[in-house]
T-cell receptor
Framework: GDSVTQMEGPVTLSEEAFLTINCTYTATGYPSLFWYVQYPGEGLQLLLKATKADDKGSNKGFEATYRKETTSFHLEKGSVQVSDSAVYFCALSAVMNRDDKIIFGKGTRLHILP | DSGVTQTPKHLITATGQRVTLRCSPRSGDLSVYWYQQSLDQGLQFLIHYYNGEERAKGNILERFSAQQFPDLHSELNLSSLELGDSALYFC?????????????FGSGTRLTVV
């Protein structure tokens, strides 16, 4: 079935470091891909999305490119801040019984040190 | 505030009991999705309702049931509770197909079964 695999955390970086969180997927058809972020005590927030191959999603300095050839959607940010500390989830839309649902990876916890 | 309201925020109950979790979707959204988040299983899709009708079921136990009412709010009923049911339960809503819109999540209900 459809699935998402993302790098295990926690990932610890210093402020202003470059961030990459790897995400690969398995899916039939052509799913949309998402990154969600969860801050402590809160629900998930949509960070960015891409709906077709070669699309680049971007928001708040984060970027991810939909790579069909490598079935990947890696999250990147050029200079992280302490406020970026959170759990990041890669996700894809999947079609089940003609209905779409979003399948999430297990999440990657990010710690940014001042 | 995401616009998706979940109540209660916290719930502590004993094994064997029954609880009801409530979700009000964002204004205008017809779709409601329920997810269970636990440390070992990650985010698991439970069920999707669209305008009062069940559209898709995921890994939802027979002890669990849900419905969506004419005013579009939804309730998730958990019965014969076990210790392993302790988790965060999230509701999400969407104004259209998840693949195009993504989901908007509530802040969750933390269920503790003792």
């Amino acid at each position: 079935g459809d699935s998402v695999t993302q790098m295990e955390g926690p990932v610890t970086l210093s402020e202003e470091a470059f961030l990459t969180i790897n995400c690969t997927y398995t899916a039939t058809g052509y799913p949309s891909l998402f990154w969600y972020v969860q801050y402590p005590g809160e629900g998930l927030q949509l960070l960015l999305k891409a709906t077709k191959a070669d699309d680049k999603g971007s928001n708040k300095g984060f970027e991810a490119t939909y790579r069909k050839e490598t079935t990947s959607f890696h999250l990147e940010k050029g200079s992280v801040q302490v406020s970026d500390s959170a759990v990041y989830f890669c996700a894809l839309s999947a079609v089940m019984n003609r209905d779409d649902k979003i399948i999430f990876g297990k999440g990657t916890r990010l710690h940014i040190l001042p | 505030d995401s616009g998706v309201t979940q109540t209660p925020k916290h719930l502590i109950t004993a094994t064997g009991q029954r609880v009801t979790l409530r979700c009000s979707p964002r204004s205008g959204d017809l779709s409601v999705y329920w997810y269970q988040q636990s440390l070992d299983q990650g985010l698991q899709f439970l069920i999707h309702y669209y305008n009062g009708e069940e559209r898709a079921k995921g890994n939802i136990l027979e002890r669990f049931s849900a419905q969506q009412f004419p005013d579009l709010h939804s309730e998730l009923n958990l019965s014969s509770l076990e210790l392993g049911d302790s988790a965060l339960y999230f509701c999400a809503s969407s104004g259209g197909p998840g693949r195009n819109y993504g989901y908007t999540f509530g802040s969750g209900t933390r269920l503790t079964v003792v």
